[in-house]
């Protein structure tokens, strides 16, 4: 009690740290309010441990600097860039697609001046945000007219109850998919107004079942990508082109959601087919949906592409308003657009293509290369080898197809939780490193590694010693 009360007189005051050469940094980075706030709060918790015992009285220098390194470590943001070593190229907790420079030097641009975003430079009248990238989508897509949204979950929403509100809508059991987060078909579905009606069985839907439940209230057939699962075995489902046939002769809309929907044949970069837009138009769909930010490689969007009088009374349904995307994310999805103009050139400006079609052995070369510099960074405690592992695409584009990869795998020598501590010391770092924990190892999977430069740096100030800090956690998709 005596020593702690003495500790307590001499705790200094808020304008004696104020008034230290530290504190001058501190002002001149973060602000006097900021600076003032964080200070007192340093100097109430050492009141506190003081009174419960603790005799290190701090300097003013010492209290300075605690504050500095508060308001620095409050400073980061939760969204600066990051090293996805996961494996998993579109990640969705970690924001997908990363775009073209081209469609960053848009955005960029967008954000600093105004722009015609509803205005005709031709005639000087008032324009529609979608004509920057209709045109764009027509051609590369072979639809009639296209509209873009949010996102292709907005996609489906709106498409849904301006096709189906109110009526039914037809889909096979085989199809009733959970995206992830809240998106399940059936309360989509519910959401748009439209009554379900499942058809088929989980494995097996057949054209008889889809006209079997036609009727006068019958608003919409739908088919969706199973994206991110496949049901194999003794299965059949009906054909886009069958269903085509099918809805025109019963005189309702025949909508597609492909999920991620690619515009090109992935193919062509040694990737397996996924159905592209152009396909699921040519296959006689009346709508087509697909996602901006998953295989197409451009910023979160949802795009609606088909027949011309369908996508106009999908832009007259008041829930488009809400949908809409800025002026940021448009220049980015036209200039994205752009790129797919010239095929030959797309894997050189398209990060997402190109990360995909790095080939295995380009990626081994680059781990052999960091394998000495990682081992040294996470130190004696950890063996680090090369190591073949499975990338994914990710966003539940090829569900059940892995690119062959390569990368690292740090073992603990001493068990233990000494992995996961190294894990979040990485998950701490200024630009956190995220890797994947699998069986008994942490592995950095390199193939979207494209920075060596930057990634070795950030290594070098992993501290071995310390703690592990509560970084921002991984979770799953
Ligand atoms: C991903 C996906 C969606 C949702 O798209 P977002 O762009 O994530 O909103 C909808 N349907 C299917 C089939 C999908 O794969």
Request: proline share 3%; aromatic share 2%.
């Amino acid at each position: 009690m005596e020593i702690s009360s003495a500790a307590l007189r001499e705790l200094p005051s808020v304008d004696a740290v104020l008034n230290s050469v530290t504190a001058a940094t501190l002002v001149e980075r973060f602000g006097r309010a900021a600076s003032t706030e964080t200070i007192r709060s340093v100097l109430a918790e050492t009141r506190v441990a003081l009174k419960s015992g603790s005799s290190v009285v701090p300097t003013v220098e010492q209290v300075a600097t605690l504050a500095l390194a508060r308001l620095a470590d409050e400073d980061r943001s939760g969204l600066r860039p990051l090293f996805n070593l996961t494996g998993t190229v579109l990640h969705t907790n970690l924001g997908r697609a990363v775009l073209a420079e081209a469609a960053i030097e848009a955005a960029i641009e967008a954000m600093r001046e105004p722009v015609a975003l509803e205005f005709d430079l031709a005639t000087g009248k008032r324009g529609e945000r979608d004509d920057h990238v209709r045109e764009l989508l027509c051609a590369l897509t072979g639809a009639e007219d296209a509209t873009v949204v949010n996102n292709n979950a907005a996609a489906v929403l709106l498409a849904l109850n301006t096709l189906a509100g109110g009526r039914e809508a037809i889909v096979s059991r085989g199809e009733l998919i959970e995206i992830g987060g809240a998106f399940r078909m059936p309360d989509i579905m519910a959401r748009a107004g439209a009554t379900l009606v499942e058809v088929g069985t989980t494995n097996r839907t057949h054209a008889k079942d889809y006209t079997a439940a036609l009727s006068e209230a019958t608003g919409v057939i739908l088919k969706v990508h199973t994206s991110n699962y496949r049901i194999l075995g003794f299965t059949s489902e009906v054909g886009g082109a069958e269903l085509a046939r099918i809805a025109a002769e019963a005189n309702v809309a025949l909508m597609n959601d492909l999920g991620s929907g690619t515009l090109v044949d992935l193919s062509r970069y040694g990737l397996k087919k996924e159905p592209t837009v152009r396909e699921a138009v040519a296959q006689g769909a009346d709508v087509v949906t697909f996602s901006g930010d998953k295989l197409l490689g451009g910023p979160q969007a949802g795009f609606i592409v088909g027949k011309r009088a369908l996508i106009e009374a999908i832009n007259r349904n008041p829930m488009k308003r809400a949908l809409r995307v800025d002026k940021i994310r448009l220049a980015a999805i036209e200039a994205t657009l752009r790129l797919y103009r010239d095929p030959d050139r797309l894997a050189e400006r398209m990060p997402t293509l190109r990360l995909l079609a790095r080939p295995r052995s380009e990626i081994e070369d680059q781990a052999r290369r960091l394998l000495p510099a990682v081992g040294r960074a996470v130190g004696r405690a950890f063996t680090v080898t090369i190591c073949q592992c499975e990338s994914q695409i990710g966003s539940g584009a090829l569900p059940l197809d892995t690119i062959p990869s390569a990368g690292l795998a740090i073992a603990s020598n001493a068990g233990g939780s000494a992995l996961e501590h190294l894990a979040a010391a990485l998950r701490g770092l200024s630009r956190p490193v995220i890797g994947r924990l699998d069986d008994g190892a942490l592995i950095l999977d390199l193939r979207c590694l494209t920075d060596e430069a930057a990634f070795l740096s950030v290594l070098n100030t992993l501290d071995r010693s310390a703690p592990a800090q509560s970084g921002n956690g991984q979770r799953s998709r």
